[in-house]
């Protein structure tokens, strides 16, 4: 019997040690669930009515879930979403395994911007972290119903780098517009990659706009474009992004098209065939309070942006060419605007420069006076399409000056009144041009007057509304 102890305490000891084990989850995993999560003696654990697991890099929600502790894997059912790095997958029974990160399942969907992806058949392979999947639609569409989307009989997936599709068709909602063989494109926002929009419009007839968008580095980016259209023939050029820090931001656009039906302008002349867009843009602050804005707007006719660009064509139909410069002190503002005009079948008020100093409202000493003013001089002229012979270019120098000083005072807690006095004086010089009419001309204004306001408010607490939000209402 003494002999027969030690066994039969080691062998209890045994029997609890593994009890401890199978009651408690593995250290890899963190389970979160409306109920306790007991693991048997063969290592699994049943987790219902709700369940998020935990595990490195990757969280997994379901309704329910069959957890192997030993083999890592998890079995899980109802709603499921894996989240794992930037890469996002659900379907309602997905099987991962947490030690290897595989992940399979009957139907999937998944997604990093600026790809998703859903299909039948997803099988993932630890080895070399690929995944397959058969009868799968692609878009670039973070909704659910996506109006354009790849269908393709495989697709397969490295996520992080780049998925491939075989035998896809283009969709433009149930519409098939054009058959892939093969397409590759790379994972990633800045991932470089070819994209080709094929399609029809009545002024283009059949068409395929085709680009390449690089990524060289985060300071250097852009894209290559090579279009064709059956009505206006082949266009093609570059664009260039690119970031240096300090020194400020920028963009170069330039395109070219020999168009084989360029037609012709709202005045009724003919369009040239060679037709071209040069777009340039500075932006930078050179230092605190500093800073420096310029863009060139070149177009060879008035209508390339409208016919080939038709986003930028709505957002700006006539763009200026401008350098702009701003230096800002505490009470003071100085700007120097140059803007000659590029486009010469464009009406432009050329300002060569027009330079402006804001004082903005301060107190003069320890006086209860306060100071502000605004003075500008510049050099315009104005100038008329080309193709309007009986408006003619004239041009003037223009100096103003403006100042006025504020008493602002507060009566009984409640009244505020301003008393103001200030004066300007306006000097105009004689134009100059073909199309000039006017003499030098001063002109001089004196002002004088006062601000009084003051506010009243009630509010009504009780009041509300689900439907507008509204929790109690305050009316001044």
Do not use: C
């Not at 392979?125 to 973070?142: G, H, L, Q, R």
Request: proline letters at 5%.
């Amino acid at each position: 019997m003494i002999k027969l102890r030690a066994p039969f305490s080691l062998l209890l000891l045994g029997i609890s040690l593994v009890a401890a084990q199978a009651a408690a989850p593995p250290q890899s995993l963190e389970i979160e669930s409306s109920e306790n999560v007991e693991f048997g003696f063969d290592g699994i654990g049943i987790a219902t009515n709700g369940v998020v697991i935990k595990s490195a890099g990757a969280v997994l929600t379901a309704k329910q879930a069959s957890i192997n502790q030993n083999t890592g894997d998890i079995f899980a059912e109802g709603s499921v979403r894996i989240q794992r790095e930037d890469q996002t997958w659900t379907g309602e029974h997905l099987h991962y395994n947490f030690q290897t990160g595989q992940i399979d399942g009957a139907q999937f969907r998944t997604g990093m911007s600026p790809i998703f992806a859903a299909g039948e058949g997803l099988a993932g392979n630890p080895t070399n972290n690929t995944y397959t999947a058969t009868n799968v639609f692609i878009t670039a569409d973070d909704y659910s119903n996506p109006l354009f989307k790849v269908r393709a009989k495989y697709l397969k997936i490295v996520p992080g780098e780049y998925f491939e599709a075989r035998q896809g068709t283009l969709y433009a909602g149930k519409v098939p517009l054009f058959y892939f063989p093969y397409y590759r494109r790379p994972l990633g926002e800045r991932q470089s990659n070819f994209s080709f929009l094929p399609g029809y419009r009545s002024s283009f007839g059949p068409y395929l706009l085709g680009s390449y968008n690089w990524f060289w580095s985060e300071n250097l980016e852009g894209a290559l474009h090579a279009d064709w259209r059956e009505k206006h023939g082949v266009g093609f050029g570059p664009d260039f992004n690119y970031h240096s820090g300090n020194y400020g931001d920028g963009t170069f656009k330039y395109y070219y098209t020999r168009d084989d039906n360029p037609g012709v302008d709202s005045g009724g002349q003919p369009i040239p065939e060679n037709r071209q867009r040069l777009y340039f843009s500075y932006d930078a602050a050179l230092r605190t309070n500093l800073t420096v804005k310029s863009q060139v707007a070149y177009w060879s006719d008035p209508l390339i942006t409208h016919d080939f660009f038709e986003s930028e064509y709505r957002k700006d139909i006539q763009p200026k060419t401008f350098v702009e410069v701003n230096q800002l002190w505490q009470n003071w503002s100085l700007d120097a605007v140059a803007q000659p005009r590029v486009n010469d079948f464009f009406e432009t008020v050329e300002r060569l420069p027009d330079v402006r100093l804001t004082g903005f409202r301060q107190q003069i000493g320890e006086t209860p006076l306060f100071y502000e003013s605004e003075s500008s001089a510049g050099w315009f002229r104005h100038v008329f399409p080309e193709t309007n012979t009986t408006m003619l270019p004239f041009s003037a120098a223009r100096a103003d000056t403006y100042h006025q000083i504020t008493l602002p005072e507060t009566f009984f807690g409640w009244l505020n009144v301003t008393p103001r006095v200030g004066g300007r004086f306006t000097y105009y010089s004689e134009a100059e041009g073909t199309g000039a009419t006017t003499t030098e001309h001063n002109r001089s204004v004196f002002n004088t007057g006062a601000e009084i306001s003051t506010k009243a408010s009630r509010t009504w607490a009780g009041v509300q509304n689900h439907l507008f939000d509204v929790d109690g209402l305050r009316h001044i």
